[in-house]
């Protein structure tokens, strides 16, 4: 019971932190916008952690902060490799082969309007499709290995890459094209100095929406059959046995990994397109 | 107009592609097939013929091409195989049948809707909370960004697992999952959508002295429609997903879920391919659907979409 009440007393404390925080004039700083989200996290963590003890939750349902910290920093061999099974090899293999494939084709249907055309509302209606659902097709055809893994990755991320970039090139005005033209530029030059870095902003966004595409991707495609490693193929094993401290360390394996592929990709938009106005807001 | 016909082109040319692409995938279950049926096959035995590439077997083979697209178990089932199976499980069976992919979708289907009825509802909740006070805006927003861009489908499994062993089943499991993977993108489309108006409209309705709830019903909401549409689309698709995962660890009983993994694990190739076709006609629908509401509102508000 005190641990119940301790953390009410927690949460409102850390809501009236929030409150102040944001309420002073400091609101507007980078570190106080920082500090806010950060507070809010730290508090649900302990109020999950008290609840939990309080209230005598069983492992099985929800198991406290602290156990899954312990089965994280006790298990990071396997964490490991399950990471660079699922992420490094899967995720990240079909997320180059899908991307690169899909920024050629886009380049190769964007020289003829016929294509382009066709191509978009089919790719449009595609990328709002169950694609995970291939999964056990690829998994035959592929087998249990990473390969499988990346095939899926590569079809899920093809079509919206596809879409983005397509439109990224139709991104430059009739003026501009027609500076180029007065340059007597040729279309690889026109294409490399005017419409290539038009185009960024757009494939930097398919590029953002295919990391989180392929982590799921990478992931569900364990539940259809995977060899005895890999995040997915733990989490489902993991859940079998009703260890749930395992699951959720996978979890914030899974968190980790997406937030730093993400940003990682946002860091290289940044460097890129750094003349766009929404970079320079 | 040229567009349909462009679109038509492409979709021709896809199917085309799949024909020929049944050809090598399929040809070495056909030939072993043939062989053991008596016929003429070179080369004569499976573990030569597995030394050779699926294309220099259809060149040596091809009295056999017809048969690769009308195999009983084909590695890659034609597009008129699966087409009959849709036909076959959609029409001609009964509806209460456990073999027509209708009662499977319908099972997928409601819990896809049930789910997304909740996690839109709490979404525009919580945007309109976050709209409203700093404190929420700058505690809870980074981190409904931040799921944006985590797998949290990977929760599916033990999201099932855990509402079991409280006494929770059927379809409840998969709305929950299917409400959080679509709570998260309506709360970010949301936000944007309530925070479109610029301040000289909010100043005007403040000459007006109109009050927080007036400025609400009034502009806010009106304003965020095309914002919530965009982001009800993306959704629906991913709360199909979420009840098509959550399908999967339950043991398969029903569901479109169930029947892909009912398929994956006897190597029913046309049953999985047919159900995808379900699962994908299932989305399209929805979108559509979502996509001729989205006008009626948008027409009926005036608003030129």
Same mark, same amino acid.
């Given at each position: 019971?005190?641990?119940?009440?301790?953390?009410?007393? @927690?949460?409102?404390?850390? *809501?009236?932190?929030?409150?102040?925080?944001?309420?002073?004039?400091?609101?507007?700083?980078?570190?106080?916008?920082?500090?806010?989200?950060?507070?809010?996290?730290?508090?649900?963590?302990?109020?999950?952690?008290?609840?939990?003890?309080?209230?005598?939750v069983?492992?099985?349902?929800?198991?406290?902060?602290?156990?899954? %910290?312990?089965?994280? %920093?006790?298990?990071?061999?396997?964490?490991?490799?399950?990471?660079?099974?699922?992420?490094?090899?899967?995720?990240?293999?079909?997320?180059?082969?899908?991307?690169?494939?899909?920024?050629?084709?886009?380049?190769?249907?964007?020289?003829?309007?016929?294509?382009?055309?066709?191509?978009?509302?089919?790719?449009?209606?595609?990328?709002?499709?169950?694609?995970?659902?291939?999964?056990p097709?690829?998994?035959?055809?592929?087998?249990?290995?990473?390969?499988? !893994?990346?095939?899926?990755?590569?079809v899920? @991320?093809?079509?919206?890459?596809?879409?983005?970039?397509?439109?990224?090139?139709?991104?430059?005005?009739?003026?501009?094209?027609?500076?180029?033209?007065?340059?007597?530029?040729?279309? *690889? /030059?026109?294409?490399?100095?005017?419409?290539?870095?038009?185009?960024?902003?757009?494939?930097?966004?398919?590029?953002?929406?295919?990391?989180?595409?392929?982590?799921?991707?990478a992931?569900?495609?364990?539940?259809?059959?995977?060899?005895t490693v890999?995040?997915?193929?733990?989490?489902?094993?993991?859940? &079998?046995?009703?260890?749930?401290?395992?699951?959720?360390?996978?979890?914030?394996v899974?968190?980790?990994?997406?937030?730093?592929?993400?940003?990682? @990709? #946002?860091?290289?938009?940044?460097?890129?397109?750094?003349?766009?106005?929404?970079?320079r807001? | 107009?040229?567009?349909v016909?462009?679109?038509?082109?492409?979709?021709?040319?896809?199917?085309?592609?799949?024909?020929?692409?049944?050809v090598?995938?399929?040809?070495?279950?056909?030939?072993d097939?043939?062989?053991?049926?008596?016929?003429?096959v070179?080369?004569?035995t499976? !573990?030569?013929?597995?030394?050779?590439?699926?294309?220099?077997?259809?060149?040596?083979n091809t009295?056999?091409? &017809?048969?690769?697209?009308? /195999?009983?178990?084909?590695?890659?089932?034609?597009?008129?195989?699966?087409?009959?199976?849709? *036909?076959?499980t959609?029409?001609? !069976?009964?509806?209460?049948?456990?073999?027509?992919?209708?009662?499977?979708?319908?099972?997928?289907?409601?819990?896809?809707?049930?789910?997304?009825?909740?996690?839109?509802?709490?979404?525009?909740?919580?945007?309109?909370?976050?709209?409203?006070? $700093?404190v929420?805006?700058?505690?809870?927003?980074?981190?409904?960004?931040?799921s944006?861009?985590?797998?949290?489908?990977?929760?599916?499994?033990?999201?099932?697992?855990?509402?079991y062993?409280? =006494?929770?089943?059927?379809?409840?499991?998969?709305? @929950?999952?299917s409400?959080?993977?679509s709570?998260?993108?309506?709360?970010v489309?949301?936000?944007?959508?309530?925070? %479109?108006?610029?301040?000289?409209?909010?100043?005007?309705?403040?000459?007006?002295?109109?009050?927080?709830?007036?400025?609400? *019903?009034?502009l806010?909401?009106?304003?965020?429609?095309?914002?919530l549409?965009?982001?009800?689309?993306?959704?629906? #698709?991913?709360?199909?997903?979420?009840?098509?995962?959550?399908?999967?660890?339950?043991g398969?009983?029903?569901?479109?879920?169930a $029947?892909?993994?009912?398929?994956?694990?006897?190597? /029913?190739?046309?049953?999985?391919?047919?159900a995808?076709?379900a #699962?994908?006609?299932?989305?399209?629908?929805?979108?559509?659907?979502? =996509?001729?509401?989205?006008?009626?509102?948008?027409?009926?508000?005036g608003?030129?979409?």
């Open positions: 019971m005190v641990m119940v009440i301790l953390a009410i007393l @927690v949460w409102c404390l850390g *809501w009236w932190l929030n409150s102040r925080l944001a309420n002073s004039p400091a609101a507007a700083t980078r570190g106080v916008q920082l500090l806010v989200p950060a507070i809010f996290g730290v508090t649900v963590l302990v109020v999950w952690e008290l609840l939990v003890r309080g209230l005598e069983s492992l099985v349902i929800l198991p406290a902060p602290s156990v899954i %910290a312990e089965r994280f %920093a006790s298990s990071i061999p396997i964490l490991w490799e399950d990471f660079a099974q699922t992420i490094l090899k899967g995720a990240l293999g079909g997320y180059v082969i899908g991307c690169g494939a899909a920024f050629l084709t886009a380049i190769l249907v964007d020289r003829s309007d016929f294509l382009r055309r066709g191509l978009l509302p089919v790719g449009n209606f595609v990328a709002a499709l169950p694609i995970v659902g291939t999964a097709i690829l998994v035959m055809w592929f087998g249990f290995d990473w390969h499988s !893994k990346a095939a899926v990755v590569v899920m @991320v093809f079509f919206p890459m596809l879409v983005n970039t397509v439109a990224g090139l139709r991104e430059t005005d009739q003026m501009q094209r027609d500076l180029m033209q007065t340059y007597a530029a040729g279309y *690889w /030059q026109s294409f490399f100095k005017l419409r290539l870095p038009a185009a960024l902003p757009f494939v930097f966004n398919g590029l953002k929406i295919s990391t989180t595409l392929a982590l799921i991707g992931i569900v495609a364990e539940f259809f059959g995977s060899p890999g995040m997915g193929f733990r989490i489902s094993t993991s859940v &079998g046995q009703l260890a749930l401290d395992m699951v959720w360390a996978e979890i914030v899974a968190a980790l990994a997406g937030s730093a592929f993400y940003g990682l @990709v #946002a860091l290289i938009e940044k460097s890129f397109t750094f003349w766009h106005p929404s970079q807001g | 107009m040229k567009s016909i462009a679109v038509l082109t492409v979709l021709a040319a896809i199917i085309t592609l799949w024909y020929a692409a049944c090598p995938m399929n040809i070495k279950g056909v030939l097939g043939a062989e053991r049926a008596g016929a003429e070179t080369p004569a499976p !573990k030569a013929r597995r030394d050779m590439s699926e294309i220099g077997l259809v060149a040596k009295f056999a091409i &017809g048969d690769t697209w009308v /195999q009983e178990r084909p590695r890659l089932p034609a597009p008129h195989q699966v087409a009959v199976e849709l *036909w076959k959609t029409v001609e !069976k009964k509806i209460t049948s456990k073999r027509s992919l209708i009662y499977h979708a319908q099972v997928t289907l409601s819990a896809t809707l049930l789910g997304f009825a909740i996690g839109t509802g709490l979404g525009i909740l919580l945007a309109v909370g976050i709209v409203h006070s $700093r929420m805006d700058m505690s809870v927003m980074p981190w409904a960004i931040v944006q861009t985590i797998p949290i489908i990977a929760l599916a499994p033990m999201i099932i697992v855990v509402l062993s409280i =006494g929770v089943q059927g379809i409840i499991p998969k709305a @929950v999952i409400a959080y993977l709570f998260f993108p309506v709360v489309g949301m936000v944007k959508g309530l925070r %479109a108006p610029d301040s000289m409209q909010l100043d005007l309705l403040k000459t007006y002295s109109a009050s927080t709830s007036q400025g609400f *019903w009034k806010r909401l009106p304003s965020s429609m095309p914002y549409f965009a982001s009800l689309k993306i959704g629906i #698709a991913a709360s199909l997903v979420g009840a098509i995962v959550g399908e999967l660890p339950t398969a009983v029903a569901g479109l879920g $029947r892909l993994l009912a398929g994956s694990y006897y190597g /029913q190739t046309v049953q999985i391919w047919s995808l076709f #699962a994908a006609i299932l989305a399209a629908a929805l979108v559509a659907l979502l =996509g001729l509401i989205e006008k009626l509102v948008l027409n009926r508000m608003v030129r979409a």
